[in-house]
């Protein structure tokens, strides 16, 4: 079994916050779970906020605290927040942001030696090809857009030198 938190704590300070504030505006016969120190009982299993299809085991407090929270959100008329919307997975939570972040530089530093690339071509409209393809796979907005600035600046190159070799 896992011993990471097994609520975002982040989350929760939040739904503590809100429930807090929300209790700060109530006027009168407002009851409250005392807070009581005691090892956290797992009492539900949330499915992952990733929806990667597992389920995080919560504590009593997490359901306690979704549930002050979406009072909270239920008297100021917001839509409350589901199970299934608050927690990660130890998997997701420690796996999946990073490979999101690396995934994303290795794209941006392809996308740029690939552009580079172009820039340095000369008469080789294969290359070029398959070069701007790999680019519209890595998701490029503007693949045409690239290859005009590109093909205008090697012809703005190529009048100059022309104009110097005169
Ligand atoms: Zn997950």
């Known amino acids: 079994?896992?011993?990471?938190?097994?609520?975002?704590?982040?989350?929760?300070?939040?739904?503590?916050?809100?429930?807090?504030?929300?209790?700060?505006?109530?006027?009168e016969g407002a009851t409250y779970a005392p807070a009581v120190a005691r090892p956290p009982a797992i009492v539900a299993g949330w499915a992952c906020r990733a929806r990667c299809g597992r389920?995080?085991?919560?504590?009593?407090?997490?359901?306690?605290?979704?549930?002050?929270?979406?009072?909270?959100?239920?008297?100021?008329?917001?839509?409350?927040?589901?199970?299934?919307?608050?927690?990660?997975?130890?998997?997701?939570?420690?796996?999946?942001?990073?490979?999101?972040?690396e995934a994303l530089r290795r794209r941006v530093d392809e996308t740029a030696k690939l552009i580079a690339e172009l820039k340095t071509l000369v008469d080789n409209d294969l290359r070029e090809r398959s070069l701007l393809a790999r680019l519209r796979d890595l998701g490029h907005p503007d693949v045409e857009g690239l290859r005009r600035a590109i093909a205008e600046s090697r012809a703005a190159k190529n009048t100059t030198t022309k104009r110097r070799t005169i």
């Open 1 to 27: 079994m896992s011993r990471d938190p097994i609520i975002d704590p982040e989350i929760l300070a939040d739904a503590r916050k809100r429930a807090l504030h929300g209790g700060a505006h109530r006027d």
């Open 55 to 101: 389920f995080v085991p919560v504590d009593d407090a997490a359901v306690s605290a979704l549930a002050s929270n979406n009072a909270t959100l239920r008297r100021r008329g917001e839509p409350e927040l589901g199970e299934h919307e608050i927690v990660f997975c130890p998997r997701c939570k420690h796996g999946a942001a990073p490979d999101r972040a």
